[in-house]
Structures are given as structure tokens and as C-alpha cells.
């Protein structure tokens, strides 16, 4: 039969099954589809905890939420248009964030007796009338697949592996998708395996099939390309961001790039993008630990390449005493954190923004570092290219703040030109002269110079010991001691001469309420402001990028607004700081459940801060 075509502005959907079901893949593949269509899009995969949790029980689902539109997209979306729910404990997490008459697509052999005791079900959904309010699309998955593969030669759960598929095509014919780039992905996956291939997409087909034969619906829908500036784009992570920032870096200062790290969730993706990319003089080294990683960054840096590491919290705790001796060398290096969840181990695949305090103070004495924030998936480029401008020419350790919410999420990104990027210059040492070289001599920035192993001339002493002014001799002097200390702050500080001045984000550039955010709450804030000013209320936004040194002129920016409220994914650490530095009641608007805000929340926060004044 033939089906209307319904045009659609955005679009938000939530695929949602066990970790063995592919979720991950199923949406991967669903956005790649959709960004080479030109939608605009805002993805969050939310991975269990446990490895390998019992399939079936709520601990293991797995989730993937999309938002794709012809307009502008700044978050994966609060609630769901379309809740693709695989089992009955997939279900059960999520349906509260399905929209009344949102669409549920249910695979219905998830429902059997075994799964709905293990998700905590008496009586199943499907049966009773909590369904009322939505549309529901019942489909035997596991059969209809199955019937597919009958003549293949391949066992029950070697079919079943391809389920993910059916769904899939389904919901390419529901949204007026191809085919073609999940039919190439698969092909290049199996390569070697062509029976997979087969299947998987013969699957695929059938998936699409059944939305043109049934009547299921009515109506298919349409989300048209979005106007997006002209250019080059690509779908791309967090992670894969930041290491095609560090690549870029290097290329553009002409050092080799090396890469000593532990793998450790949400930051190992970055070794692996990394080492794929040794055409560009990548050098990647997976160490026996977190101490060997960031030293071996040491050994990189002395020897005059830009050396880089990540990590999460608990590995970032670790490198500690290491960091604190980079920052005594003053030699470039940078070092990602990529937020999770915490303390200790923590919550390893959920979110937070809560290593901002360490990163400011988590080393013994007095060791500032710079500190630079990325703010969206495709930001992570940026933001990691600007982290080793600033290492390189001010000779110093940085932090980049990642999490694992914009790591592992996914956005257009429009590729830059080289020529687009702002020149790194290496402060190398010059020509050698007569007068005595001194290691710690400084220019106008307090920067010293690089001199490399092997350049006759210019030995010089290194280590943890404190360093005499000037001659870089170890010294026990008291006054020496102060004195150093003092410079090394000074010199972080005047980093922010050659940053940015701070730009109002959005929304009211002056007035009653200012909403100052950092990291990955920037979309969500973009999002609640504009809806905010929208409905009358005269709302700012600042996000941060530089979180230490801070822009010079945000003082001023902060002094033209009544109120400052800083959302945050941790229980108020910007907040401390800001209050510390600028001496203002700025009030904090905390989240700690391993997930991000909604847009909903924020707009509650900011009309009840309305209400109450």
C-alpha cells in the first residue's frame, strides 16, 4: 500500500536492549545514516556498568539516544519521540521517557516469561493497559529474523546476532532512509566472513521489507537535511575529536606526536584512533600502568616531542606526583581527562564533570597548570588543539576536561582548513653564544626555553628537586624557594594574555540571571536559554572554554547580572572557584547520577530563580 510521507522537524529516538544486542552499533549506524543525509545531530550512548551483566536484568541494558532535525540540534533530546525497546528490562528503564503517544517498537519475544521476571515484571506490559497512551508496534524480532536465516546453515544464536539489523531496516523505511551506507558498513566489517555479510544484510532487507508490506502505520515520516554552514562534514565522537586535534597540533608545530597511556574507560577510544594515524609521525605506547604512562610523556617531552596522555579520574590520581614533576621541569605536555563518574573506581561508564577541583589542586605544593574545557563532541578538536598551543609555546603541563557524555557521543563536524588554524611555535633555544646558557632564564611570559638532549652546549640539570632562578641548580634556599613558586603562578597567569576575551554565549547581555556553564552542560544550557528568553525572561549564558587562567574580562561579564546560577554534573566545583576569584554569590544547580541534564531541568531552575526574585 501506499504510505503518506510525514515531514518532521527533529526527531528523538532511544534504542535500548542487552549489551549483546548491538544497540550501539544499531545506533552508530542509524546517525552515520542521518548525517550523510544532512540532518543535523546529537547522539548520547549510556553503556552499563557491568561487563557482563545477566542478560535481561536492568543492570545490563544498554542504551543509544539519537536526535537528529532540519534544525539546529544542541542536545540528544529529554524525552523520546521513539522508544526501541528489545526486552521487557529495556523497556522498564526507559519508558519514562517516552512522550505520551510517542511511538514504542517492541520486540516481542523479549517479553516471555523468563525475561519479565528477571526485569522485576509480575504481569507483562503488553497486556495490561499501562500502553494506553502510546503507539505501540509489536514485532516477533527474534522470529521474523530467524525466518530469514532458515536456509543459511547457521545456528539460533549466530541468527540472532543479526536482530539488531532487522530493527534497523525497519526504521530506515519508517524515516525514508537508504540502505546504502549500513549495506557498505557491513561489508567492510565482514570482510573475510561473506556468509555474514549475507545475512546481516539480507536481515537488513527483510527489516525494510516489513515496513513497506505491513500496515503497521499509516505514514512514513521525513526529517529534511538541516542548513548547515557550507563545507565538508563528517559524524564524529568526542574521542575521536580530541585525537585529530592532537594530530593536528602536532603537524602544525612540527613535532612528532607521542602517546603514552593505560587504558582506561571513557579515555581509551583516543589510544585507539591514535594509533591508526602513524603516517603522521604518531608514536603510541600502552604502558604496564598509569605512572609509566605519564613518565614515559615526560621522557617524550625532554627529548622535544609533544607528549600527551589521558585517562579518567581514578588514573589521573595516580600520575599525580609525575604531573607535579613536569610542571617543575616547565616542559610541554598534555594531559586528557576524560570525566566519569567517581570516587574510586566509581561509576566507570557513567558521566560526571567531577575532576575539576582535581585538576586545579590535585598535585602537593604549590603546581599550577592551565586548564582547557571541551564542550561538545566535535569541540573536543578544538579544545585539543588549543590544550597543546598553550603547552607547546608557554612550556608548560595542561589539562583538557573531557567526559564521557561528549566522548562517546557523536555530531556533524565541518573539517577545518590548516590554514584556518592558529600557527604553534615551539620557543626552541637559538643559536648558542658565548654567555652562559641558563635553562630558567625567562622572556616577557616567564616562558623559558626548550633545549633538547644532544645540543652541544646547553646540558642543564632536570628533576624534582627546586630549581635555583635562572641557572636551574638544585637550591634549598628559602627566599629562592618562595620565589619560584611565585613565578610559576605568575606565569600560568599570564597565559591569559594570549586567550580569548569572553564572549557572552547567548540569550541577555546584561539583567537578572546569568547561567555560567563548562563543559559538556553547554548544549543543553544553549538549549534552555534560548526557550527561556523566548518566554520573556531575560536570561545570559557564558560557557567557559579557559578554565584556568580565566578569560580577563569575565569579572566584568559576571558584574552586569543579579544572579549567577553554574550547572554542573557534580556537587559544586566551578561554583567554589568562581566565588573564590570574583567574590559573587554565584549559586550551583548540581546533578550527580552519572547522567546529564535535561533541558527540562534547567528551565525549571531558572523560572523558579525567577519566581523567587
Not at 143 to 151: A, I, S, Y
Not at 343 to 361: F, I, M, V
Request: glycine fraction near 10%; charge should be neutral; proline fraction near 5%.
Amino acid at each position: 500500500m501506499t504510505k503518506e510521507v510525514e515531514e518532521k522537524k527533529e526527531v528523538t529516538i532511544v534504542f535500548a536492549g542487552d549489551s549483546g544486542d548491538g544497540i550501539q552499533l544499531t545506533g552508530t549506524q542509524f546517525t552515520n545514516t542521518n548525517a550523510l543525509y544532512g540532518n543535523d545531530i546529537s547522539t548520547f550512548p549510556n553503556y552499563p556498568a557491568e561487563i557482563r551483566a545477566p542478560q535481561g536484568t536492568l543492570a545490563g541494558v544498554s542504551g543509544f539516544q539519537l536526535k537528529f532535525g532540519s534544525i539546529e540540534i544542541s542536545t540528544p533530546g529529554d524525552d523520546c519521540d521513539v522508544l526501541v525497546a528489545m526486552n521487557a528490562a529495556a523497556f522498564k528503564v526507559n519508558i519514562a521517557r517516552l512522550k505520551k503517544s510517542g511511538t514504542i517498537i517492541i520486540n516481542s519475544d523479549g517479553f516471555n516469561k523468563r525475561d519479565l521476571k528477571l526485569a522485576g515484571y509480575e504481569t507483562s506490559p503488553l497486556e495490561d493497559k499501562s500502553l494506553n497512551d502510546f503507539r505501540t508496534i509489536q514485532i516477533d524480532v527474534t522470529k521474523m529474523t530467524r525466518t530469514t536465516l532458515e536456509d543459511r546453515g547457521l545456528g539460533k544464536k549466530e541468527m540472532d546476532r543479526s536482530r539488531n539489523m532487522f530493527v534497523l531496516g525497519f526504521l530506515y523505511y519508517m524515516y525514508n532512509r537508504t540502505l546504502k551506507g549500513t549495506e557498505e558498513f557491513i561489508k567492510q566489517k565482514f570482510a573475510k566472513k561473506p556468509d555474514l555479510i549475507e545475512a546481516n544484510i539480507m536481515v537488513l532487507k527483510a527489516g525494510y521489507n516489513f515496513g513497506d508490506t505491513s500496515e503497521v502505520f499509516t505514514s512514513r515520516y521525513n526529517v529534511k537535511a538541516a542548513s548547515l554552514p557550507s563545507g565538508s562534514y563528517r559524524n564524529i565522537m568526542g574521542n575521536q575529536a580530541a585525537a585529530l586535534g592532537l594530530i593536528a597540533a602536532s603537524q602544525k608545530s612540527k613535532l612528532d606526536l607521542f602517546y603514552g597511556s593505560y587504558p582506561i574507560t571513557p579515555a581509551s577510544d583516543i589510544l585507539h584512533e591514535l594509533t591508526k594515524h602513524k603516517n603522521f609521525g604518531v608514536r603510541t605506547f600502552q604502558a604496564e600502568d598509569e605512572i609509566a604512562a605519564m613518565c614515559s610523556v615526560i621522557g617524550a617531552s625532554f627529548g622535544g616531542k609533544l607528549g600527551v596522555t589521558a585517562s579518567s579520574g581514578p588514573g589521573i590520581a595516580l600520575k599525580g606526583e609525575a604531573i607535579g614533576l613536569g610542571i617543575m621541569l616547565e616542559l610541554p605536555m598534555v594531559i586528557v581527562n576524560v570525566q566519569r563518574g567517581g570516587p574510586s573506581t566509581g561509576l566507570p561508564t557513567k558521566t560526571e564533570q567531577a575532576d575539576l577541583l582535581q585538576a586545579y589542586y590535585g598535585r602537593n605544593g604549590e603546581a599550577p597548570m592551565p586548564i582547557v574545557s571541551a564542550s561538545t563532541p566535535s569541540d573536543c578538536f578544538n579544545a585539543a588543539y588549543e590544550a597543546c598551543r598553550i603547552a607547546i609555546e608557554h612550556m608548560t603541563p595542561v589539562f583538557l576536561l573531557s567526559d564521557g557524555y561528549i566522548a562517546n557521543g557523536s555530531e556533524p563536524w565541518k573539517f577545518p582548513k590548516s590554514a584556518d588554524l592558529k600557527p604553534i611555535t615551539p620557543k626552541f633555544v637559538g643559536e648558542k653564544t658565548d654567555e652562559q646558557y641558563l635553562p630558567y632564564k625567562r622572556d616577557e611570559n616567564l616562558v623559558r626555553d626548550w633545549a633538547l638532549p644532544g645540543m652541544s652546549g646547553y646540558e642543564h640539570r632536570i628533576g624534582g628537586l627546586e630549581k635555583e632562578i635562572d641557572t636551574g641548580n638544585v637550591s634549598y634556599d628559602p627566599d629562592n624557594h618562595e620565589t619560584m613558586v611565585k613565578i610559576r603562578e605568575a606565569k600560568i597567569a599570564k597565559i591569559a594574555d594570549s586567550i580569548p576575551l569572553q564572549e557572552i554565549s547567548n540569550g541577555a547581555e546584561e539583567g537578572d540571571l546569568l547561567i555560567l556553564s563548562w563543559g559538556s552542560t553547554y548544549g543543553v544550557v544553549k538549549t534552555a536559554v534560548k526557550q527561556c528568553n523566548q518566554d520573556g525572561l531575560k536570561v545570559g549564558h557564558i560557557h567557559l572554554t579557559y578554565l584556568n587562567p580565566m578569560p580577563k574580562n569575565l569579572g566584568d561579564l559576571l558584574k552586569k547580572y543579579k544572579h549567577v546560577i553554574v550547572p554542573e554534573i557534580n556537587n559544586g566545583q566551578l561554583v567554589k572557584i568562581i566565588r573564590d576569584l570574583f567574590l559573587i554569590d554565584a549559586q550551583g544547580l548540581n546533578k550527580i547520577k552519572g547522567i546529564p541534564f535535561s533541558t527540562k531541568e534547567i528551565v525549571e531552575a531558572i523560572q523558579q530563580k525567577f519566581e523567587v526574585a
